[in-house]
């Protein structure tokens, strides 16, 4: 089969041919109809000091997918052939204590799908049943296909109540924009959403975002102000990753403010202790999305209106994958989906 392998300790991607996976008899082969490029995808393409010391070489890569169950392993019974699915990206050990309780999402062991196990930008991928999510009727392939990073919205805004909310959101790229949205279902008063890239705001406002602010022009402290607002943000949700960012959200938090950190740092961060000690704040990291809360969460949240149609902005021939990554280097783009039929 065709797939887009980390072939070589370098730069780029090798569009290959690979065995097709076999499965056991608790695991699913699934034929791959589209997948969606992820920030960790572009970390691997670029070849970063975070891709060199985790991917084991070669791997074929990707983690976000939708696709048609082809076969199924003999104990698998509750999902059929041609069953529409997605894959949880978290492969997870089931056995320490925090996934018999049931936080999977806590895992003290937890491997990745197309990070240090073979990935989804391929024909066919092989998983286990119970990494599968069946998708109900009327969700539309396309966002079919991004639940994994709609999933780290979806976790990361809901971490916290926001009925009647001020949320503020650190970073515009695809998971800001699916998080601003997400908040204005949740029934959030303002949504104010930075980023340096006027493109990715514009991106936001259409999402739903009801403020954005290019921190390069302006300060979250005077739009709080424009807004009326005297106490600051009453819930952070940091998606950028960035030192700045993380600082912006500590100054404008009212006290007992709640923050959910998803962004990644490149380095250490410094921040202001006292202002997190004195001012009350809670900070929560998420790591991925919780099983399979979140899931059902996102399919809700669509049947009962939420659109994310316009954070997918490109979608190429798989053959064409170089041109996404380009774009996602650029950062010109929402998110860009490879399709595979
Ligand atoms: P992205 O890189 O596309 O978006 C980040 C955005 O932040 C960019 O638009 C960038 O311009 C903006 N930004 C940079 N500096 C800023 C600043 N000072 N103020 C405001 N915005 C700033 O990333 P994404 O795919 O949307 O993912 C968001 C973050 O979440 C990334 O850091 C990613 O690595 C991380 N992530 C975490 C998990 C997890 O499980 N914890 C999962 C997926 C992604
Ligand atoms: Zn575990």
Same mark, same amino acid.
């Given at each position: 089969?065709?797939?887009? %392998? *980390? ?7 090798t ?6 996976p076999?499965?056991? $008899?608790?695991d699913?082969?699934? *034929?791959v109809?589209?997948? =969606?490029?992820?920030?960790? !995808? ?13 991917i ?7 983690? @976000? ?31 320490c204590?925090?996934?018999l ?7 003290k ?16 991928i ?7 999510w #069946?998708? +109900?009727?009327?969700?539309?392939? $396309?966002? +079919? ?9 979806t976790?990361t ?8 909310? !001020?949320?503020?959101?650190?970073g +515009? ?8 949205a ?15 890239n006027?493109q990715?705001?514009?991106? +936001?406002? @259409?999402? =739903? ?9 302006? #300060? %979250? ?13 009453? %819930? ?13 959200l ?5 006290h ?12 250490d ?38 659109n ?11 053959? @064409?994958? @170089? #041109?996404?990554f ?7 783009? =929402? *998110? %860009?989906?490879l399709?595979?039929?």
């Amino acid at each position: 089969m065709k797939a887009l %392998v *980390k072939a070589t300790a370098a730069p780029g991607l090798t569009l290959t041919d690979v065995p097709e996976p076999t499965i056991g $008899d608790r695991d699913v082969l699934i *034929k791959v109809d589209r997948t =969606g490029i992820c920030g960790t !995808d572009l970390h691997i393409y670029n070849w970063d000091a975070w891709a060199q010391k985790t991917i084991p070489v070669p791997l074929v890569v990707g983690h @976000e997918f939708v696709g048609e169950i082809v076969a199924i392993g003999e104990r698998v019974d509750y999902l059929k052939e041609g069953d529409l699915v997605s894959g949880e990206g978290h492969l997870i050990c089931g056995r320490c204590r925090n996934c018999l309780a049931g936080r999977r999402h806590l895992c003290k062991d937890t491997a990745g799908v197309g990070v240090n196990h073979p990935g989804a930008f391929a024909e066919f991928i092989a998983l286990p049943a119970t990494n599968v999510w #069946k998708h +109900a009727a009327g969700i539309s392939r $396309d966002i +079919a296909s991004i639940f994994d990073p709609f999933g780290n919205a979806t976790h990361t805004a809901l971490s916290f109540p926001l009925l009647g909310e !001020d949320v503020l959101i650190t970073g +515009a790229g695809p998971i800001g924009c699916m998080a601003a949205a997400i908040a204005v279902h949740a029934g959030a008063r303002h949504v104010v959403i930075t980023d340096l890239n006027d493109q990715r705001l514009d991106l +936001a406002t @259409e999402m =739903g975002a009801t403020r954005t602010v290019n921190v390069t022009r302006e #300060k %979250v402290e005077n739009v709080q102000k424009q807004l009326g607002m005297t106490e600051g943000f009453d %819930v952070g949700l940091e998606m950028s990753g960035n030192k700045t960012a993380f600082n912006d959200l500590i100054n404008n938090m009212s006290h007992g403010g709640k923050i959910a950190l998803l962004g990644i740092p490149e380095n250490d961060v410094a921040i202001d202790w006292n202002k997190v000690v004195f001012n009350g704040l809670h900070i929560k990291g998420i790591y991925g999305r919780e099983m399979y809360e979140t899931w059902y969460q996102m399919t809700t949240m669509l049947q009962s209106g939420l659109n994310l149609d316009p954070i997918i902005t490109h979608s190429f021939p798989y053959q @064409e994958f @170089e #041109k996404g990554f380009e774009l996602m280097n650029e950062g010109s783009c =929402g *998110k %860009v989906l490879l399709n595979w039929a």
